[in-house]
């Protein structure tokens, strides 16, 4: 049963437009990154470059921790445990719409994020659920 101090954090956790994302190197140091999100179902999804650290830290460990952020990566609230998992192709049309929904400039972003990029360089999106 979930207490109501972390009902709390989660739904502020919810309702923020950043969350941290903290993921593990090989040597068990963590790196934590604030990034753009969108929650469905209680799993979250981030959009990220395809070759970036922190999705090669992810596919060596999957083990991630998330919390509400501000965009130059300040705490809002506290870590919450989770596996991160690299989404396929046929899995995100409607996790770009919840991002176009929630995010003014997301397809705009996108469009010039992965303009003349390899296709290993270009966005993919992550899903992110809970322990």
Same mark, same amino acid.
């Given at each position: 049963?979930?207490?109501?101090e !972390?009902?709390?954090?989660?739904?502020? #956790?919810k309702?923020?437009?950043?969350?941290?994302?903290?993921?593990? $190197? =090989?040597?068990?140091?963590?790196?934590? !990154?604030?990034?753009?999100?969108?929650?469905?179902?209680? =799993?979250?999804?981030?959009?990220?470059?395809?070759? !970036?650290? =922190?999705?090669? $830290?992810? $596919? %060596? %460990?999957?083990?991630?921790?998330?919390?509400?952020?501000?965009?130059?990566g %300040?705490?809002?609230?506290?870590?919450?445990?989770?596996?991160?998992?690299?989404?396929?192709? /046929?899995?995100?049309?409607?996790?770009?719409?919840?991002? $176009?929904? =929630?995010?003014?400039?997301?397809? #705009?972003? /996108?469009?010039?994020?992965? #303009?003349?990029?390899?296709?290993?360089?270009?966005?993919?999106? #992550?899903?992110?659920?809970? /322990?």
């Amino acid at each position: 049963m979930v207490d109501t101090e !972390t009902s709390n954090e989660l739904t502020h #956790l919810k309702d923020g437009k950043y969350i941290s994302i903290k993921t593990f $190197r =090989k040597n068990g140091e963590s790196s934590a !990154t604030p990034v753009w999100f969108v929650e469905e179902n209680n =799993k979250f999804y981030i959009c990220t470059g395809g070759a !970036t650290f =922190k999705v090669k $830290r992810i $596919r %060596n %460990n999957p083990q991630v921790q998330i919390a509400s952020s501000q965009s130059n990566g %300040n705490l809002k609230g506290k870590y919450f445990g989770g596996e991160a998992r690299v989404m396929t192709n /046929n899995e995100i049309k409607q996790i770009y719409k919840l991002f $176009r929904n =929630k995010y003014s400039m997301f397809r #705009l972003w /996108n469009l010039f994020a992965n #303009l003349g990029k390899k296709e290993e360089k270009k966005h993919i999106y #992550l899903e992110i659920a809970l /322990n």
